[in-house]
């Protein structure tokens, strides 16, 4: 196997070598040249890293993840630790804080590399930029950079060397991914002549990955976004701080972004983390939020992951005198916070600059209502990037036109739940993804062992069989996943390999149309255009109006555009609310925005003439929240809402109605 471009190859003009490596540098382990074009379909072809956090070596107050990427100084310098764990790791607090024992490892990264990278060192830097170089010969197409941070963790941990406000980092690592891009261009000969291409549309991207190189997408993941953090449940941001984040987000090149992580905040509550590590960060939320999490009884099959319960002492002893983590239920599994009116503000505005939204660490709540959101809009930008969501969502995701990855287990767990949803997969024609989540602190493949079945046999031929695949060396280190596990991303590629030798070649095949699917459903979003409400602002007239001295609850409240005004009926069964378009408009689909008070069985009727009507659609089982009907388009002059049983002991009272086309 070839260890880097020999002068040889660099005269024979293979596009797909830099004529001016460093040197020393990391070997890549791959021979043959990298696919590029389509398949015969016209379809993009490769694999999808969904989620990866290539700069998070600046995040976190800039010393919990050590190494980088890259450096301008070269490998010796991008590859070492961080300065307090010399001579042996033993005030390496974050590594046995998280991996367990004393911390203590051998530092030196260049050239040795005794202890790290490794498959639980969650402290040291996993992406070198050759080690992601040799994933892309492997076959990857697109990867995912989530820029990410979080503002308490870095203001608890002993040591670091910079502040510790999200925003700031978050600039940091975007323009250090663009300083990257232009570090591999120079050895390619100039700007745009490199494989590592960060795109801000689905097309550019296409155009990357149809000339065979790695479409780099930037997302964020961090707690406190646009600074939208709460105290004591009072939000810290407003409308207009929303807008501006991302106006500023986007014209950063970010296009994916998660509105909560870890904590709660003024947009969302999370999905919570368990054992030791859910303690721990729960006594972050309180001291970020002056609250800890709390719990409800879940109303739906979906819930959020049971909170930690295990005594995590280091993080404990961070709370004030006489303040302890609380107990929970363990029949109370769901966050009592979904989205707030600020976080659909923020969905809405995602959506009006056809971004894409990240519902992994949402809590079910929050998801439930970013679906029913979307739905309403026919929008198709959700993601599932790591396997933090309810996996009961999993259908209205891919019925959205939405992307669903995995994250990066090991080989027998992540066959088995590919395997679980294939059949869901196959109904909507989508490819798959992984989400390694390298750099994130999650923990990758341990190592099957060299005896396990079906091992890894090196060299192996890419997927594509185009390339030749050895093991990887770097320095005077030579990783085999059969023993050493996922140690760094450069070991991607002998994880799908992995794979396919223990779950079969579908699976495989199953991830290699991944990049299709996620370029589909951004372009579906970037496409999305929202539709007119025909309802908005239209003559409403209703069985009966709840009375108010104080405010007016008449019929047009659900027709005024306006979710802080709404329609209440009196509190009996068997009401209407009508609506009169003005002229025969084609009707598809109806939207019901319902306040507390919602109908269980109701329905919508049609009509041309306000005398006839037609039933279009029914249900007996509605549960409040945001409905969405569709139904064949069909023309009417009028739409009447017919609620036959409520959901409550009060009326029916509706926030927004919406009357759409399709």
């Known amino acids: 196997m070839s260890l880097g471009p020999t002068p040889s190859s660099a005269a024979a003009g293979d596009w797909w070598e830099p004529t001016a490596r460093p040197a020393p540098d990391s070997g890549i382990g791959v021979t043959g040249e990298p696919f590029t074009g389509t398949d015969a379909r016209g379809e993009v072809r490769g694999f999808v ?178 600074g939208c953090k709460q105290v004591l449940d009072i939000a810290q941001c407003d409308k207009a701080d929303i807008d501006a984040g991302l106006d500023e987000l986007y014209d950063l090149g970010v296009r994916s972004m998660f509105l909560c992580h870890k904590f709660d905040n003024a947009l969302c509550g999370v999905r919570f983390d368990e054992g030791a590590l859910g303690t721990a960060i729960n006594v972050g939320q309180f001291l970020s939020t002056g609250t800890f999490w709390q719990t409800e009884k879940c109303r739906g099959p979906q819930h959020d992951n049971p909170i930690g319960l295990a005594a995590a002492p280091g993080a404990e002893e961070e709370l004030p005198a006489g303040v302890e983590v609380p107990a929970y239920d363990e029949d109370a599994r769901c966050n009592v916070r979904g989205l707030t009116d600020l976080g659909e503000y923020a969905v809405r505005g995602m959506m009006k600059r056809n971004m894409m939204l990240e519902i992994d660490h949402m809590s079910v709540k929050a998801t439930g209502r970013v679906l029913d959101l979307f739905e309403a809009e026919s929008y198709p930008g959700v993601l599932s990037s790591h396997s933090w969501m309810d996996l009961n969502w999993t259908e209205r995701v891919y019925g959205l036109g939405g992307f669903v990855a995995q994250y990066m287990h090991g080989s027998e767990d992540f066959v088995e739940e590919a395997r679980r949803t294939e059949a869901v997969r196959e109904k909507y024609g989508a490819g798959y993804g992984y989400g390694t989540d390298m750099n994130g602190v999650g923990g990758w493949p341990a190592p099957r062992g060299a005896d396990a079945p079906h091992p890894v046999t090196y060299p192996f031929r890419s997927v594509d069989g185009g390339s030749v695949i050895g093991r990887q060396t770097t320095g005077e280190r030579t990783w085999d996943l059969n023993t050493d596990g996922a140690a760094h991303y450069g070991l991607v590629p002998d994880w799908i390999e992995d794979i396919r030798r223990v779950g079969g070649q579908d699976v495989v095949d199953d ?39 104080f405010t007016s609850y008449a019929p047009g409240r659900a027709v005024d555009g306006d979710r802080g005004t709404r329609w209440a009926s009196d509190w009996s069964d068997d009401q209407w609310l009508r609506i009169d378009l003005g002229a025969t408009r084609e009707v598809g689909r109806v939207t019901l925005d319902w306040e507390r008070a919602y109908g269980t069985s109701y329905r919508v009727e049609l009509s041309a003439d306000g005398s006839h009507w037609r039933t279009v659609w029914s249900t007996v089982s509605g549960d409040g929240g945001l409905d969405t009907a569709r139904f064949a388009p069909e023309p009417a002059r009028h739409v009447r809402l017919r609620f036959l049983d409520r959901g ?6 509706l926030r927004e109605v919406g009357v759409h086309r399709s």
């Open 511 to 549: 991830l290699f149309r991944g990049a299709e699917s996620y370029l589909g459903t951004w372009g579906a979003s970037e496409r999305h255009r929202a539709g007119v409400n025909l309802a908005k602002n239209a003559p409403a007239t209703a069985s009966s109006t709840e009375w108010n001295p």
């Open 49 to 226: 890293d969904a989620h990866n956090h290539i700069m998070s070596n600046e995040a976190f107050g800039g010393r919990l993840i050590c190494g980088k990427p890259f450096s301008g100084k070269g490998i010796a310098d991008a590859l070492k630790d961080c300065p307090e764990h010399y001579p042996d790791g033993s005030l390496a607090i974050f590594d046995f804080i998280t991996n367990g024992g004393d911390g203590r490892h051998d530092p030196v990264g260049w050239p040795t590399f005794e202890d790290w990278p490794a498959h639980d060192s969650m402290t040291h830097q996993q992406n070198y930029y050759a080690w992601i170089e040799r994933a892309w010969r492997g076959g990857q197409r697109v990867l995912v950079n989530d820029l990410v941070t979080n503002g308490v963790i870095c203001s608890v941990y002993f040591f670091k060397d910079r502040g510790c406000d999200e925003m700031t980092s978050i600039r940091l690592q975007a323009k250090l991914t663009y300083d990257m891009q232009a570090y591999v261009d120079r050895m390619y000969g100039g700007t745009g002549k490199g494989w590592f291409r960060i795109v801000t549309d689905s097309t550019q991207a296409r155009q990357v990955v149809e000339q065979g190189k790695l479409a780099v997408v930037l997302g964020v993941e961090t707690s406190e976004p646009f």
């Open 648 to 653: 409550t002991d009060w009326g029916y009272s």
